[in-house]
């Protein structure tokens, strides 16, 4: 096997440093006991994550994100599922132009999106709604879980499922015993995937939520508009460490190579 030489690794080493700056450099900063965005050099101090809970808007907004979260990637879960097993198993006019419709918002800007759900929403009457908030984020992370079962599925070795058809099991039986665990991995992936999208989301939820859905991603833009202190940096740390857990737990359950690329 043909090893990475010298300058590919220096190069590779410089690229990861870049990207992982930005998140160690917050993640100090929020540690700081100062009042400006200062990184601490005598003393670490957790008083602006103690800060957060004193701010009731905060912590209502976070529960606005777990829950829209929670919500909106087990219901593109649930379509993604039987949506992937049409596009993977059957031929039928237009497959290509509905896995292209279920793909495209990948290359929508998301602040398109948010102002066409704005203007639909307003003439539904809808304007304010944690359902129509739902919709709209299952709309736009259900490509991730789809992609992820639709990958499952292609690497999937049907001899099983067949064999448990010719021995008499139902189409629902086959799949609840033979096809979900064998694709499980890319279903778990792709909700988890789908869930730090949604929790993450900001630019098209900037248009859609009300001020009784605000969630966290807009509620730190909000803030951020008025003042600027550690507290922000200490709310990013503490969104930085949910989704690392999230992704060591994936990791350790499944292998994150299996999911995102396949291998065995």
């Keep these: 096997m043909q090893k990475n ?55 209502d907004s976070f529960k606005n994100s777990l829950w829209l979260a929670l919500l909106s990637a087990t219901i593109a879960t649930a379509l993604a599922v039987p949506a992937g097993l049409a596009l993977d198993r059957y031929e039928f006019p237009g497959r290509g132009a509905l896995n292209g419709l279920f793909m495209s918002p990948l290359i929508i800007p998301h602040l398109v999106l948010g102002v066409a759900f704005l203007r639909l929403f307003a003439l539904i009457g809808a304007t304010g709604s ?5 919709a709209s984020h299952v709309v736009v992370i259900l490509p991730y879980v789809l992609r992820l079962v ?12 067949q064999a448990a ?17 064998m694709i499980l991995p890319g279903i778990t992936g792709g909700w988890l995937l789908a869930f730090i999208n ?25 803030y951020a508009t008025e003042s600027i202190d550690p507290m922000m940096a200490a709310v990013s740390a503490l969104m930085v460490a949910l989704t690392a857990a999230a992704m060591l737990v994936l990791d350790r359950a499944f292998g994150l190579d299996k999911i995102l690329i396949g291998q065995k």
Excluded: K
Excluded at 150 to 161: I, P, T, Y
């Design 5 to 59: 030489g010298l300058i590919a690794l220096l190069f590779h080493t410089l690229v990861i440093m870049f990207m992982l700056a930005p998140m160690v450099i917050i993640c100090l900063v929020a540690f700081t006991p100062e009042n400006t965005l200062t990184i601490p050099t005598t003393s670490f101090s957790l008083r602006w994550f103690h800060a957060i809970f004193e701010h009731p808007d905060f912590v």
């Design 130 to 134: 944690f359902t129509w908030l739902v």
């Design 150 to 161: 639709l990958a499952a599925l292609a690497g999937m070795d049907r001899s099983a499922e």
């Design 165 to 181: 058809l010719t021995l008499g099991a139902s189409s629902w039986t086959s799949f609840r015993r033979v096809t979900a665990p």
């Design 198 to 222: 949604s929790f993450d989301e900001l630019t098209m939820s900037i248009f859609i939520t009300s001020p009784q859905t605000v969630t966290l991603p807009v509620r730190m833009y909000m």
